[in-house]
């Protein structure tokens, strides 16, 4: 299936790694052009290189810190130079500690609001004029089932992924009749270094093996197993395509069956 994707420029944050860079690898496989964005230039080149390798039509590496708005309006206009525009921006950041809802705090809310909610809104708003006025673009966010099932000792990120899910749904809204969509695509337990953080954390807490308790997230989930990044990734190309183009407003999740509610 061609999704319609050569010729299109896209801006993907935190592609340096993990969840990030493989909707990046998709998109370049597709033909796209790419801005990947992350903290360190010398890692965004390689990834950049080897995106090129992979089929982009080009690719460039662009660093900003997430947690800064002002790097948000540069990394903005730093893609549209290198680029000539962006048609798909990828909304993607890392997650904040683990806590329960009690163990929140001030300090520690409005740090990571900036970064999960602020900085996201910010650059989304910097470069959506630009898409309604070309009567096409694609905004995804990359968020959690967290946003819809409330995952146990992770409050700070259940709180405040359900603000951007808001403003994403409230948004998209306002934008459909303009050609642009807006969509979440949740994953559940894939394997990127976060999630090997929180299996080591739980395994030293309560004494088991790496290798146990990675089983046992396996066995709670429908499909047995943990997922691969490159099972998540094509996902967000697809949402970023033209053949997505009538699916807007929507969370999708890529979970292994792990959410079961029906809605």
């Known amino acids: 299936m061609d999704l319609g994707l050569k010729g ?38 390689v990834v950049a290189g080897e995106l090129k390798a992979a089929g982009a039509a080009d690719a460039f590496g662009v660093p900003a ?14 893609a549209v130079r290198l680029m000539g525009g962006v048609d798909i921006l990828v909304l993607n ?4 500690p ?21 900085s996201p809104i910010r650059i989304a708003n910097r470069l959506m004029p630009a898409m309604r006025e070309r009567g ?32 994403l749904k409230t948004y998209s809204g306002e934008v459909a009749k303009d050609g642009v969509t807006m969509n979440v695509i949740a994953p559940g337990s894939i394997m ?23 089983k046992k997230v396996g066995q709670e989930i429908p499909a047995g197993r943990i997922g691969l990044p490159e099972e998540f990734g094509p996902m967000g190309a697809f949402l970023a395509s033209e ?13 292994g ?3 079961r509610s029906m809605l």
């Open 136 to 167: 096409w673009g694609r905004v995804l966010v990359v968020g959690s089932t967290g946003m819809q099932h409330p995952i146990p000792n992770l409050a700070l990120s259940n709180t405040l992924r359900s603000a951007i899910w808001g403003w």
């Open 8 to 45: 299109k420029r896209a801006l993907v944050m935190g592609a340096s790694k993990g969840l990030g860079r493989s909707i990046a690898d998709s998109l370049a496989a597709e033909g796209a052009t790419v801005v990947v964005s992350g903290r360190e230039q010398a890692k965004l080149d």
């Open 257 to 259: 069956g792990r959410v």
């Open 243 to 255: 053949r997505g183009g009538y699916i807007t407003g929507s969370m999708i999740r890529v979970d």
């Open 93 to 96: 950041h890392g997650g904040p």
């Open 65 to 78: 810190n997430v947690a800064n708005g002002a790097d948000m309006d540069k990394l903005a206009d730093e």
């Open 192 to 214: 990127t270094d976060r999630i090997m953080q929180m299996a080591k954390a739980r395994a030293e807490k309560t004494g088991v093996s790496l290798e146990e308790d990675l």
């Open 98 to 118: 683990p806590c329960v809802a009690s163990e929140i705090t001030d300090a520690s809310l409005h740090t990571w609001f900036e970064q999960m909610v602020a």
